[in-house]
């Protein structure tokens, strides 16, 4: 009897865990991108959105903010010791951006492919920072470079009750 009880309650709880490890390896189809505070204050906001909508890249959460010194250096953490680090902050947090998490299969690696280069002087025609960037540090929009690291950005900027 007892042992038939705790039967039940554990097969719950098992299903959660092979659900929750499923959805995280097939996790490929979401990326959070940036548009840069040098691109906002151009006027370049709808125009760099509609190269996503257009490259088909659906919207499921999106919001105009802007970054504190110290949320920016949490931001970009990982270039911490990259002599450009300091300017990139600075930078980052100089205006509003528009932060958004976008919805495609391999979002990733094709919303990187959209966007062009770091350097936008290296980037392909027809990128978006090909287009609208200023420079390689000014460079328009972010895209998450992994699957993971999409994942914690958006979470960093949107509660579940914001994406849709
Ligand atoms: P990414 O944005 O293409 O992924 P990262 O190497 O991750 O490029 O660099 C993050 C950001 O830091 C870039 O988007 C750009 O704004 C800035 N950055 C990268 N390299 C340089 C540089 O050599 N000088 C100034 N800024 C840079
Ligand atoms: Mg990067």
């Known amino acids: 009897m007892f042992l038939s009880q705790l039967d039940r309650k554990e097969k719950p709880t098992f299903a959660r ?12 189809n979401r990326t959070f991108t940036m548009i840069k505070p040098e691109a906002v204050a151009k006027g370049y906001t709808g125009a760099i959105l509609d190269r996503m909508v257009q490259g088909g890249f ?6 105009k903010t802007q970054l504190s010194k110290a949320e920016a250096g949490t931001f ?3 270039h911490a010791e990259r002599p450009f680090y300091g300017e990139l902050v600075d930078y980052m947090s100089s ?7 976008l919805e495609k299969d391999n979002a990733v690696t094709d919303f990187r492919t959209l ?3 770091t ?11 090909k287009d609208f960037a200023e420079s390689k540090a000014q ?3 972010h895209g ?15 509660s579940g009750r914001e994406m849709y």
Do not use: H, L
Request: glycine residues 6%.
């Open 58 to 63: 659906r919207i499921v959460a999106m919001k």
């Open 144 to 158: 998450s470079d992994s699957d993971e690291n999409a994942q914690i950005e958006g979470s960093y900027f949107f």
């Open 76 to 78: 970009y953490e990982v």
């Open 139 to 141: 460079n328009a929009v």
């Open 95 to 101: 205006g509003p951006i528009v932060a958004a998490i």
């Open 115 to 117: 966007i062009g280069s």
């Open 119 to 129: 350097d936008p002087t290296e980037a392909a025609e027809g990128t978006i920072r």
């Open 17 to 28: 865990e092979k659900f929750r490890s499923k959805k995280i390896k097939m996790a490929n």
